[in-house]
């Protein structure tokens, strides 16, 4: 039986969808052609889409094919759709703790975080210029914090095979603060981005953010910082196409034209994800 609304009008309810008489798997099929965004829409669709959509056969496909090797033995799922979640929540630390892994969770897109320790950084393993250590709120068991620098320069590279393919990303520099971060905090910093054999794009970034003198450079063009909801900051690098064609993409994150001593730096790692 129909209400009515308060203007003596008939309330129509959801009606059964047209597509309610397929076979379930046949839907699930179909869903897992779409996104896990797609999917979770498609649940509301009715009870019969909300079965098929919820199913292990379309959480399967979200997941990348390697899946297995990514989470620890001892946590039990107990669907597909709570491991992808789950995956999408806690990164999974991969190649002896070198690594974070994790799915973006609208796409399923894989993302990862290089730790400090998987970096090259000049004087890294002089401890009068850099020490290694130990923080709750770190994803790894030891990062980097700048002691005492004039040389600020950090480089890396890693195999794009671990990212998913025909997908653009941006990369981050993930790091916090101490004092102000004296003498490279206000400066801006040369960042290079790109796949290996190609043409690395250029930009400049700030740790914290520029001084209003008189006579400085123009800042206008300076990429600022963001924090994050993990209470990190981050600054953005560049972006880059991952092409099936190349294996390695390489960063570069430099200042060594100002003559005075740097410190109070503390490099989590260098993110990449889904371009937005």
Excluded at 4 to 31: K, M, R
Excluded at 32 to 39: L, M, N, Q, V
Excluded at 140 to 146: G, M, N, Q, T
Aim: proline share 7%.
């Amino acid at each position: 039986m129909m209400g009515q609304n308060h203007t003596g009008g008939e309330i129509v309810g959801p009606g059964p969808s047209p597509f309610d008489g397929l076979p379930e798997d046949c839907i699930s099929n179909i869903i897992s052609f779409t996104s896990p965004r797609d999917a979770c829409v498609a649940a509301s669709v009715s009870k019969t889409f909300e079965s098929a959509a919820n199913s292990d056969n379309v959480w399967e496909k979200f997941l990348p094919p390697d899946y297995s090797s990514l989470i620890p033995p001892s946590p039990v799922f107990a669907s597909k759709k709570e491991l992808y979640l789950a995956l999408c929540h806690n990164p999974v630390l991969i190649e002896d703790g070198r690594k974070s892994f994790w799915l973006e969770k609208a796409s399923g897109k894989r993302c990862i975080m290089l730790s400090s320790k998987e970096l090259w950084i000049t004087w890294g393993s002089s401890p009068q210029y850099w020490q290694w250590i130990s923080i709750p709120e770190a994803r790894f068991d030891k990062i980097a914090e700048l002691l005492d620098v004039c040389w600020f320069e950090v480089r890396g590279k890693t195999s794009t095979r671990v990212l998913s393919p025909g997908t653009r990303y941006s990369a981050y520099i993930v790091f916090k603060t101490k004092d102000g971060c004296p003498r490279l905090g206000h400066l801006p910093v040369e960042v290079g981005l790109g796949l290996v054999g190609q043409e690395t794009s250029k930009r400049f970034i700030y740790f914290v953010g520029p001084r209003a003198r008189r006579g400085e450079r123009e800042t206008g063009d300076v990429t600022k910082p963001e924090e994050r909801e993990d209470g990190w900051m981050e600054a953005e690098l560049g972006e880059f196409f991952n092409e099936a064609s190349c294996d390695e993409v390489e960063l570069s994150v430099i200042e060594i034209k100002s003559p005075y001593w740097k410190r109070g730096l503390i490099i989590q790692g260098i993110e990449f994800r889904p371009a937005n």
